[in-house]
């Protein structure tokens, strides 16, 4: 199995796991980076939203700094958030994001969600989808108008590649009828509760490639969507510990091997040094056909990442 895939376009090599930057403390982002570059990682995932964007970029300079690795050698993503869908406002929050993370171009820019809410300056500390007044203002502003600002912003040689996350099919069906630039990637949740054959089929039959988030399942979230509260944790599943078992493995490094051999790109995040490097060790064993047929018929549908009240604090069945 190869360590990396091609992105259609570019012919960019994107790692299959990556390092991501979700749910990090702000004071403790810029070691954790730097740590995980040092350990091996070379992609690695992160947004606006995440609140510490400027701690990532210490991280990765200290990385470059000290020797450990050139930039060319980094593959960086970042995400625009939904309140700079308007065309204008796309360059506005990229350049934010360049300055933050302290970089010339970003190898790969998503778009965040497939919808707008009301601008916020994307130098406010707490992006999100509230404005100013913490009120859910949905904005008309359709998604070709935020893909060709985003197409710009290759063209101008700020991004390499760019892409979409969240996006169900019958929205990549309605970008790829304008598109002058196809999506290198869409970034999903994804892992055996929710594996989405379906869509990841039809998606990389488009030779457009998949990330998964949130490979570990409930885990990895504070709060839950009620309707899937009930779901035993996927991390400690009995499926999960017996292949893990048979391989020598821990739970973790079966979860993301899943989804890794299948050519999908995996993003973990762990703050511990060792967590992190056996994360990365997905390349010197190889789950059989029935490993993955017994994980595969985990799958129950159950999404974690759900816009409900009790996560987002909004009901937006975006999925649906």
Known sequence: MSEFLNLNRTGDKIPLVGFGTARIAQEDTADVVYTAIKSGYRLIDGALLYKNETEVGHGIKRAIDEGIVKREELFVISKLWTSFHKKDDVRRSFDVTLKNLGLDYIDLYLMHFPFATEYVDPRHPNPGFFNKDNKFVLQRIPVHETWRAMEILVDAGLVRNIGISNFNVQSVLDLLTYARITPAVLEIELHPYLWQERLVNWVKSQGIEIIAYASFGNTVFDAVPPATAHVPSLMTHPTVAKIAQKHNRNNGQILLSFAAQQNIIVIPKSVQE???????????????????????????????????????????PIFE
């Open 274 to 316: 060792s967590r992190m490097k056996t994360n990365l060790d997905l390349f010197s064993y190889k789950l059989d056909a029935d490993d993955i047929e017994q994980l595969k018929s985990l799958n129950i549908n159950a999404r974690f990442n759900d816009l409900v009240p009790n996560t987002f604090g909004l009901e937006l």
